[in-house]
């Protein structure tokens, strides 16, 4: 079992930045891809980043393209989500998702077999 946990989170002024980790236990995700998704209120759980093992070509959604990065440590089982220029509507719970089985699209929550907690961002105008 991988049982994943995200840092970071907090509250900071548009145009801040912050960095999120998610850190795992339990076994080695070198190998897995990892997701970051988050849910503002009221709305569904989307899509933010998603990283391979490899980390070759990182995908991104649309709203944090070249705003936000994905990264990870392999000797850290970590994985880290940077985001700068944050704007209010980044606010949300951020999740980390890690899937060792490559199913599906990075995109898809459905193909992402361990969840972590959630950390809360909010970015304040």
């Known amino acids: 079992q991988v049982q994943l946990v995200e840092y970071g989170g907090g509250l900071v002024q548009a145009g801040g930045s912050l960095r999120l980790s998610c850190a795992a236990s339990?076994?080695?995700?070198?190998?897995?891809?990892v997701g970051w998704f988050r849910q503002a209120p009221g709305k569904e759980r989307e899509f933010v980043a998603a990283?391979?093992?490899?980390?070759?070509?990182?995908d991104y959604a649309d709203s944090v393209k070249g705003r936000f990065t994905i990264s990870r440590e392999n000797a850290k089982n970590t994985v880290y989500l940077q985001m700068n220029s944050l704007k209010p509507e980044d606010t949300a719970v951020y999740y980390c998702?890690?899937?060792?089985?490559?199913?599906?699209?990075?995109?898809?929550?459905?193909?992402?077999?361990?969840w972590g907690q959630g950390t809360q961002v909010t970015v304040s105008s």
């Open positions: 990283i391979s093992g490899s980390s070759i070509s990182p």
């Open positions: 339990g076994r080695s995700i070198s190998s897995y891809r």
């Open positions: 998702a890690a899937d060792n089985y490559y199913t599906g699209y990075a995109f898809l929550r459905s193909g992402y077999d361990y």
